[in-house]
């Protein structure tokens, strides 16, 4: 009988059929082969991915339009393998033609700079290659998690402890957080579904993350029946505004149940204030859940975590850690207040070929079950690893340097003739147009507001093509688009923030 073998080198062979005692023929040889290619490959992420990509003089981005990325690469899956040397080139190709988010000049997402640690821990997992839903099979990431989800309790402050868990983005622990506050609610809702409870409305701001919306589709509550709370000139949450929008819901027949706050907002960086929302909360009963996937960061700021003043009195938090904190994606936890075991009740399905409840540990370890997904890779060990090695002093200063380098951007941008800020920075968020000489006598009106709109996005095009540099730009609300600029990297300087005024101004000076 034949059987085909393929070997690490993705060589194809026909040979007899393996005798399972003997082991595979040229194992040892492959496992050798192996090695060699991770060795290969690891200097080749450590030169091209690590040094050369956090290297200010290099560029951000190669950019290639997709049909030039197309006749780049070679992305066709055939029946054999490849070579090594063409395997590790494709290697190559793709850190060469990504985008390099570890650049101290890539300012376009609120996630930025290279966290060694956190890259070491990511290394590491995929090495392992576990799954964490039961403590057999990830004894040491359970354990890690945890730790951290209470520690980061305690930031809150939540000091009786609560529940949570690590899950793929904020995004998601959005949804945990509507899906359970349904639960608390209507506990029918999980057996008999829709049918169980009357009309549910869920109430938040208009500058919150389009995840809710999301949330309302896919969780069957109709994006109809996600009620926006107006935003002040600041971008935050007007609490007699969600009054009015909790009465209005009521005087429909409807019923309130969930209400988002966000601490810091993607666009403007606007926290919105949870005393006052917890307040009217408490008063009519709701689910309070804040969205700090983005401002979460400051609860390890003294100076800064004002920012989320009464953040200990809801019932939710989404926080991502590879945001300001600089975790490797993703890094997200979904906290909950309550010690009930409400996560587990809301989403346990009890297969018992996981959780068998006759094991010979304490099964309250096994903490999949809580979770909506089977497989789980262990994320918490990415921010924990960072956490151990530079503390939480150091955690601190990077806020706080974050923060005040934003600072110094706005300054700047004041003193530059042609630049004008959107708001004043309230995070890490610097928000401002850039007016070419041609539009700058022109008089306040419509027609300079829709020549304007026009620049950023060009400006944006030759900074891409260029590969100096990387920010965002967006409209808002009647606002033409602006400049959205997000400092967090502690790799970031002065003098490229200086670099960025100069060269937006280098680029479309001409418009």
């Not at 200010?56 to 090594?84: A, F, H, I, M």
Request: a neutral charge.
């Amino acid at each position: 009988m034949n059987l085909y073998v393929i070997n690490f080198k993705g060589e194809t062979a026909v040979g007899e059929l393996i005798n399972p005692e003997k082991g595979s023929p040229g194992a040892a040889e492959d496992m050798e082969a192996a090695e060699s290619f991770i060795q290969q490959a690891m200097e080749i992420i450590l030169q091209e991915a690590v040094k050369k990509a956090t290297n200010v003089k290099e560029k951000v981005c190669e950019w290639r339009s997709p049909e030039q990325l197309k006749e780049l690469l070679d992305l066709e899956l055939k029946d054999t393998g490849e070579s090594e040397s063409k395997i590790l080139q494709c290697c190559r190709d793709a850190i060469r033609y990504s985008v390099k988010t570890g650049h101290p000049r890539f300012f376009n997402q609120l996630f930025a700079g290279m966290e060694p640690h956190s890259m070491v821990a990511s290394f590491i997992i995929e090495a392992i290659k576990t799954s964490q839903y039961t403590y057999e099979m990830a004894p040491v990431f359970t354990l890690i998690e945890d730790v951290l989800l209470k520690t980061m309790m305690k930031l809150i402050g939540w000091e009786e402890g609560g529940d949570g868990l690590f899950n793929p983005g904020g995004s998601m622990s959005n949804m945990y957080a509507v899906n359970l506050a349904r639960y608390r609610y209507c506990p029918d809702f999980k057996e008999i579904g829709i049918y169980a409870s009357p009309r549910l409305v869920m109430l938040t701001s208009q500058e919150c993350h389009y995840s809710i919306a999301k949330a309302a589709a896919l969780l069957g509550f109709g994006t109809k029946n996600v009620y926006v709370v107006p935003s002040d000139n600041r971008g935050k949450m007007i609490p007699s505004a969600l009054e009015e929008k909790i009465q209005l819901a009521k005087s429909e027949g409807a019923v309130p149940f969930f209400v988002n706050a966000t601490a810091g907002t993607t666009v403007l960086g606007a926290f919105d204030p949870i005393d006052e929302i917890a307040n009217i909360c408490e008063k009519h009963n709701l689910w309070l859940h804040v969205d700090a996937c983005w401002g979460g960061g400051a609860l390890v700021s003294k100076k800064h975590k004002h920012l989320l003043k009464g953040i200990q009195r809801v019932n939710s938090v989404a926080w991502n850690l590879h945001k300001m904190l600089m975790a490797t994606l993703q890094c997200s936890a979904f906290l909950v207040r309550d010690k009930s075991c409400l996560l587990q009740r809301c989403h346990c399905a009890g297969a018992s070929y996981l959780f068998q409840q006759d094991k010979f540990y304490d099964v309250s370890y096994d903490t999949g079950d809580k979770s909506v997904q089977c497989s789980r890779k262990p994320d918490a060990f990415k921010f924990w690893l960072v956490w151990k090695a530079v503390g939480t002093r150091e955690l601190e200063y990077r806020v706080d340097r974050a923060l005040a380098l934003a600072r110094y951007l706005a300054q700047e941008i004041k003193k530059r003739e042609g630049f004008r800020l959107v708001i004043e920075p309230e995070f890490a968020n610097v928000c401002f147009w850039y007016i070419p000489p041609s539009l700058r006598n022109l008089p306040e009106s419509p027609e300079l507001w829709k020549k304007l709109h026009t620049v950023a996005p060009v400006v944006k095009e030759r900074m891409m093509k260029k590969g100096s540099m990387m920010i965002g730009y967006q409209k808002h609300g009647d606002k033409p688009n602006f400049f959205r600029m997000v400092v967090i990297s502690p790799q970031v300087s002065k003098q490229d923030l200086d670099f960025v005024l100069d060269e937006i101004h280098r680029l479309g000076k001409d418009l």
